[in-house]
């Protein structure tokens, strides 16, 4: 039976790969997007409109959602975006509205599909998340706690789901190549003086890492391993030296500190 999937955020980035690798391979994927007219005639599957921050938009979307099919294998959720700056000059409202994406949306729209895989007693939830859910670096502080929020919510919820054999795991990217640092909302930087010289530093890392970025494949092939297995991880970091980077965290955290620091004082 072919597999219905819905992935959010499928007009660009990883979502946009990720559909066109899964509809290639036979699957019937379903995408969303916030101005999907942009898009439709662009794309070979199925495009619906949705903004995860608007509950009136995930209403309208779950009866349009309903209406094309009546069963859903596999959520990915993808869509969100990146706040970037130093956590104290981050202006408290930009954070909350970093949450609201990144956190809320995607248990929204969760919650809203969750009537349909318990309906059918089996489904698939993969939630893209970043390495930053896993650890903390200067100047991402909202966009990590985002992340780390959403990492909590889905190791809680997964045991919850496991009654009706309903799948959960999460990926965990470091820096790829795609719109996500075009598309970053920076804070409004220089309010502080006494970070003048680090938050010059920290700019200057994150950028670097967005340009060494590696290509956004491992990404979505990550994903499509998660889909074609009986038996998918809960936790699946991807991309160079993401092993290194938990053992050190785990293991040997003064290292792991130590590392952080030369990375920004070194960019």
């Known amino acids: 039976m072919t597999k219905t999937v819905l992935i959010t955020g ?6 946009l790969m990720l559909a066109n690798t899964l509809h290639q391979r036979g699957f019937n994927v379903i995408g969303t997007s916030r101005e999907p007219e942009k898009y439709a005639d662009k794309v070979p599957f199925k495009l619906l409109r949705l903004n995860i921050d ?3 938009s995930i209403r309208l979307f779950m ?3 309903l209406r094309l099919t009546k069963r859903l294998d596999v959520l990915v959720n993808n869509a969100g975006y990146m706040v970037t700056g130093l956590a104290e000059e981050t202006p408290l ?3 909350r509205q970093q949450f609201e994406t990144n956190f809320w949306g995607t248990v929204k729209v969760t919650n809203a599909l969750l009537p349909v895989f318990r309906k059918q007693k089996q489904g698939q939830i993969i939630t893209v998340s970043s390495i930053v859910g896993l650890i903390g670096t200067p100047n991402l502080s909202y966009y990590t706690a985002s992340k780390h929020a959403v990492e909590g919510y889905f190791k809680c919820l997964r045991f919850e789901l496991d009654q009706f054999n309903i799948k959960v795991s999460m990926v965990e990217p470091v820096w790829f190549k795609t719109n996500l640092g075009q598309h970053a909302v920076s804070a409004a930087n220089g309010s502080i003086a006494d970070y003048d010289a680090f938050r010059k530093q920290a700019n200057a890392a994150t950028q670097k890492g ?3 970025a590696q290509a956004p494949e491992a990404v979505v092939h990550s994903i499509t391993r998660l889909i074609e297995t009986k038996e998918p991880r809960f936790s699946n970091p991807v991309g160079k030296m993401t092993g290194m980077i938990l053992f050190l965290q785990s293991y040997a955290p003064k290292m792991f500190e ?4 030369k990375s920004v004082r070194t960019a």
């Open 93 to 95: 409202e930009l954070g």
């Open 10 to 15: 499928a007009s660009s980035g990883f979502g």
């Open 54 to 56: 608007d509950d009136n």
């Open 258 to 261: 130590g590392a952080i620091l």
């Open 210 to 212: 967005l340009d060494e």
């Open 63 to 65: 009866g349009e959602l």
